[in-house]
Structure formats: C-alpha cells, structure tokens
C-alpha cells in the first residue's frame, strides 16, 4: 500500500500538536487522510487505554451524568503509558482517571502503533522525512513508543473506568487504585459527593 506525504504529515502533526496543546486543530486533517487506510491500520481489536487529569468541574459533571463528554483524542493499546504519561501521576489538585475501551471499527481513526510497525509506511516515512515538517517534534520523536490509537467517541461512561489517580480525597492517597471492586467504589462516592454538592453549583 502506497502511504502520501500527506498523510503522514498529519500523523506527524497529530503527534506534535501534544506538545503544543493543538490537537483539536489537527483531528478532523487526521480523519480525513485516514479514511482511504485498509482496515488492518483502523482496526486494533484490542483494549485501548485513554488517561486525563480532571478538575474539579469535569469530576462533577462525571458524577452527575455518569460519563464524559469526548472526541478524536489518544488512547494507547499500553496500560503502562497511561500510567506513567506525564510523570505518572496528575498535579496536585487534580483527579487522573483512566479509560479503558475496546473500540468498534466505525469509532477508530486510525492505528498509529500499527503503521509505525508496518514495514511500507516505514519506508514511506524515510523516503520523506526531510519534507515532514517538524519532523523531530512528530514521528520522530514519538514513533510507536506511546502504542496510540485515535478513537473517535461521543462520550465515555463510568463504567468504561478503569482506574482513578492522585491525591485526592478520592483516592486517599497519592497512587493509581486500578482493582474493580475498588473502582466501583470510588465512582459511587464521586456520584454521591456529586449529588450532595449539586444545589451549590454554580449556574
């Protein structure tokens, strides 16, 4: 399969835009240089993982509406980089939770851990890297070592949690907690807190 230049200089844009805090700007790019793609680099098959770092508004949202709000974004086939992105843990002051899924074709943008594992897109990268801008800020950085696929969903719900992290009174403590039963339990109290505080939020 051939691969254009312009595909892969929205993968690297996509891949960069972390850096940069743009990612938004580049997903509807990244989508449509996507679709042409054979549905081995669309179609991981496997539970993909999404981590972000909440404050308080969103936790209070998750708690009231039993899921959060999404849209193109990352997730990584490693629960070990959505552990240790960012340092590991959120700022203090925030919540991490991590998402777990496995996606349906129609909701997956495309594979990037697959493509940089697949030997002709390989060749296509080297064949043009010296016209990829920002190269070194992209792909060349970045590569398969965070296992990403981009995933196109609605929203996520409480029930796709799959661990919660950070000090927080949540929590209790300044780890991830990633056991089932233990999860459940923190989702009930954050729906619980929610509902108490819910007659003080601001409008």
């Known amino acids: 399969m051939k691969f254009s230049l312009s595909l892969i200089q929205a993968i690297n844009d996509w891949q ?12 509807q790019i990244l989508k449509s240089e ?18 972000i770092d909440l404050s308080g508004g969103f936790l209070f949202d998750l708690g009231l509406k039993y899921e959060l709000s999404e849209g193109i974004s990352s997730w990584t086939k490693d629960p070990r980089v959505a552990f240790t992105f960012n340092d590991g843990l959120p700022p203090k002051g925030w919540q ?11 909701n997956v943008v495309i ?17 043009n890297k010296t016209k990829i801008k920002n190269y ?16 196109e969903l609605e929203s996520v719900p409480n029930d796709s949690l799959f661990a919660y992290g950070g000090l927080s009174s949540l929590v209790g403590g300044e780890f991830w907690i990633c056991q089932s039963d233990a999860v459940s339990r923190i ?17």
């Open 136 to 151: 070194n800020f992209g792909i060349g950085r970045f590569g398969d070592s965070e296992k990403e696929v981009v995933i």
């Open 187 to 203: 989702t009930e109290k954050l729906i619980q807190f929610s509902e108490i505080l819910k007659p003080y939020r601001k409008k």
């Open 96 to 106: 991490g939770v991590i998402y777990a899924v496995t996606p349906k074709a129609e």
């Open 34 to 51: 996507a679709v042409s793609l054979e549905a081995r680099l669309k179609s991981p098959q496997v539970v993909c993982y999404r981590r």
């Open 111 to 127: 594979d990037i851990s697959a493509l940089m594992n697949d030997t002709d897109f390989i060749r296509a990268v080297e064949a």
């Open 16 to 27: 960069s835009s972390g850096l940069q805090g743009t990612k938004s700007k580049y997903a």
